[in-house]
């Protein structure tokens, strides 16, 4: 393992050179200054040793360039391959972002509404039996306020025609559209829309419409990944391993037959999804810069900027109430006052991370793999550091310090 960054000390370095290339328009942004990225690496180092991350990296992109990337460890706690760009993790919820990017793939193809009844079977709509003649959509589903429970099951597709008023095992008491509560089951509605709307199935479909366009090793199954060999192993946060890369292979090729069923796969779009750090950076990308990355444009900038809507003023919207959540997307504020848009995946000891800044076409990738958990909001206090460090590039110095400067506390948090 690395070892730790050596004596607490702050380090304020110079941010003249990175500075002069913010400055220059979008398209003409290169990497960070040596002095700049040399702390940030002792930053980084720090965070993850700390952390006791088995492995991991943080990618940063700003404009299609890469801005910054670090990584850290190894694929596997003992004879691992070092992490690098090509390494594959299974991402845990960050794959119902990525997922909903297939949705509006089909949205735009004008082969999914996004404020139609959701259906299952021969056409039976799903319904709250609270509130029968409210449509369930899934506009909720991808913003969470779908009023299906938090603690729904979704290994298997729900009986939703036996769903009574007075079962509690999945839909809440207020109205669909009206409420924000986040539901695992509404993730997997998402993989169920785009197999019913596209005839694919949700693998297949997510591969020919976004992975191999973008060259993205990715798939929902390990065994169904163009490369499996870069897969890592997953850790718990003591360290322990949970799965090793070869037991993924073997259970998913057991498990997950890669046909259309969408009235039952409601669990491979909630968090199956195994991408590389790579692809996680071209998708952040993409969502940064208006639906195109690596000259290959997946989205319109209109569907783009509505997955980070506020869904309650889009026109004709199933959405009422209050939502953290976009199509799929997380919004989150920073203490610096920075909004970013992404999603989080947390699965045992796994931290995934994806967050876009459109306002300067930057995203953010940080995994980290068998570490626990920190801080009491919604992301991880990990991953809101790494966006802070981020924002001080991107405003030319530090909240604490000014312009010019760029702080490394060695006490982390």
Request: contains cysteine; hydrophobic residues 40%; proline residues 5%.
């Amino acid at each position: 393992m690395l070892g730790t960054a050596g004596k607490a000390v702050r380090r304020l370095i110079s941010l003249a050179l990175i500075l002069a290339l913010l400055a220059i328009p979008c398209g003409g942004v290169g990497e960070l200054d040596e002095e700049t990225a040399a702390a940030a690496d002792a930053y980084f180092l720090r965070m993850f040793t700390n952390a006791e991350a088995i492995g991991g990296g943080v990618i940063v992109n700003r404009d299609g360039e890469t801005l910054y990337a670090y990584y850290f460890g190894a694929d596997a706690k003992y004879n691992g391959r070092p992490v690098d760009g090509d390494t594959v993790f299974k991402v845990a919820s960050l794959t119902k972002m990525i997922t909903a990017v297939g949705v509006m793939r089909l949205k735009e193809a004008g082969k999914l509404n996004l404020d139609a009844p959701l259906t299952y079977g021969e056409g039976t709509p799903i319904r709250n039996p609270r509130f029968p003649d409210t449509p369930v959509t899934l506009r909720q589903a991808m913003s969470h306020t779908s009023s299906l429970l938090g603690s729904a099951p979704y290994a298997t597709a729900p009986a939703w025609e036996k769903i009574t008023p007075d079962q509690n095992r999945f839909f809440s008491k207020y109205e669909p559209g009206t409420n924000y509560e986040y539901a695992n089951l509404n993730g997997g509605i998402m993989g169920s829309a785009i197999e019913r709307a596209s005839g694919q199935s949700l693998n297949a479909y997510m591969r020919d419409a976004i992975f191999s366009p973008l060259g993205i090793n990715a798939a929902y199954a390990a065994h169904l990944l163009p490369d499996p060999a870069p897969l890592s192993r997953t850790y718990t946060q003591d360290g322990e391993v949970y799965m090793k890369a070869e037991k993924y292979l073997e259970e998913d090729q057991a498990f997950y037959e890669d046909t259309c069923d969408p009235d039952s796969h409601y669990r491979a779009s909630v968090g199956s999804l195994y991408i590389s750090l790579s692809g996680m950076a071209k998708i952040g990308e993409m969502l940064a810069c208006g639906g195109a990355a690596d000259g290959v444009r997946l989205l319109s900038p209109q569907a783009t900027a509505e997955m980070r809507a506020d869904q309650r003023a889009v026109r004709g919207s199933s959405v009422t109430g209050e939502s953290p959540y976009g199509l799929g997307v997380y919004r989150f504020t920073a203490s610096d006052g920075r909004t970013w848009y992404g999603h989080q995946g947390r699965w045992v000891g796994m931290l995934t991370d994806l967050f876009v800044d459109p306002d300067t076409r930057t995203a953010v990738v940080l995994v980290m793999n068998g570490v626990g958990r920190s801080g009491s909001g919604e992301l991880d206090a990990k991953a809101e550091r790494t966006l802070l460090r981020v924002g001080q590039w991107l405003d030319g110095g530090s909240a604490d310090e000014g312009p010019g400067s760029f702080v490394v506390d060695e006490d982390l948090p």
